[in-house]
């Protein structure tokens, strides 16, 4: 004989009150649950030598980062995916070596774009030749403090 499951007569009104429930309890845990040398992080799980960072998940060397996963050595980055060394990018995915950039997808050595789709070496969405790329952004990253 087969019993019922107690929550096949939860209501709707049970239902919200349950996920309520469960979303504050995790916004207030502060574990780093399977992490490994984390400084100053909350609720990073599975990380390795991260620092100052909320949220992160599989993501390494990262610092001042919040809801990345699988990023390694970025800073300052927010909700990027599978990211390396960006710095105070957005939403980025599959990228590297991003500045300032937002919604970018496959790109590498971009500065200061938003939405691009596997390009390289843009500045402001405008595509450069690479000697010309790493010569205005050392200058643009000293004129605006950014540190790469």
Sequence with gaps: ??????????????FETALRKLVADMARSTANVGSL????????????FCVSSKGLARCHYCTACDDCTDCTHCSR???????QR???????????????SIGCN????????????????CVLNEQYDRA?????????????????
């Design 77 to 83: 980055c927010r909700a990027c995916t599978a990211c």
């Design 1 to 14: 004989m087969t019993t019922a499951h107690p929550m096949t007569a939860m209501t709707g009104a049970d």
């Design 106 to 121: 496959g790109c590498s050595y971009c500065f200061g774009c938003v939405g691009l789709w596997r390009r390289d070496f």
């Design 132 to 148: 010309t790329y790493f010569e205005l952004t050392s200058r643009l990253a000293r004129e605006l403090g950014v540190t790469v």
């Design 86 to 100: 960006c710095v105070e990018c957005e939403r980025c995915i599959g990228s590297a070596y991003l500045v300032r």
């Design 37 to 48: 040398e984390c400084e100053g992080c909350e609720r990073c799980e599975g990380c390795t």
